[in-house]
């Protein structure tokens, strides 16, 4: 197993648990956790990608990367104060519960 | 080397997947976020590791120090401490998991059938200095978006997640 190989797969794997408690859990924080572990995911397959690619001095990967942890945490204030606001009008967070919408 | 790959890699990937299966399966929501904070640790070594340093110190400030903390709060003004749920998962939780399963298989046949046999070229690693020129030069648009999508979304958050206001002015 080369090291590349061994960083994507790593990398899959972290998107896969990500993408299992996304769908899987029923409380909308947990869901935001794992949208959090997806986006980690992706920024270990650019740095991967930055480190063995042809010209890792020009940076581009790690810039991206670096980028995506600003807006992740941006994305992460937004989504919990969403959560925070709906438990203070419907006191809960259960998923199952949020039917209003339901068509 | 263990399954080919090296000691420090194989610890921090492991300390990484630990810390996600535990955020995925354990039944206090205090001890996923917890969990949570083991697996961003891991990612920031496994970044320390490829001579990412600048991203796995960010990766440390802004997610051990900013978005567990967030979570944290989030999960105390939601819910008490303590409180175990009874009904964890979602009901169609079989098809999520079949899912997820699907997404890395898929995932993991595409790499290990295309990757090319390629090594890590040598290089210097990248200075402080190196990673701010590049910000203020080519990277000066991005960066002022960033800061404007940054405020903006701080404020928003702010905004939604504050006590309506009634009409005569007084909090609810």
Partial sequence: MTPLTAYLLLAAMIFALGLGIALTRRVAILVLIGIELMLNAANLNLIAFWRFGPHPEALTGMMFAIFSIAVAAAEAAVGLGLVIAYHRHAKTTDLDAMTRMKG | ?172
């Fill in chain 2, 1 to 172: 080397m263990i399954f080919g790959v090296g000691l420090p890699f194989f610890l921090a990937a492991m300390i990484t997947l630990i810390g996600a299966l535990a955020a995925a399966t354990m039944r206090n929501l205090v001890h996923c976020a917890l969990s949570l904070t083991v697996a961003f640790g891991g990612l920031a070594l496994i970044y320390l590791q490829l001579d990412a340093q600048f991203a796995g110190f960010a990766q440390i400030l802004v997610y051990i120090g900013a978005v567990a903390i967030l979570v944290v709060f989030a999960i105390l003004l939601t819910r008490g401490v303590g409180t175990t749920l009874i009904h964890v998962y979602a009901q169609k939780w079989v098809l999520g998991l079949l899912l997820a399963a699907g997404v890395f298989a898929l995932l993991g046949w595409a790499v290990l059938t295309s990757i090319p046999r390629v090594a890590a070229p040598a290089i210097a690693v990248p200075t402080v200095l190196a990673i701010g020129q590049s910000l203020m030069y080519d990277y000066v648009l991005p960066l002022e978006i960033t800061a404007v999508l940054l405020t903006v979304a701080l404020i928003g958050a702010v905004i939604v997640a504050m006590p309506e206001f009634k009409k005569n002015g007084g909090a609810e």
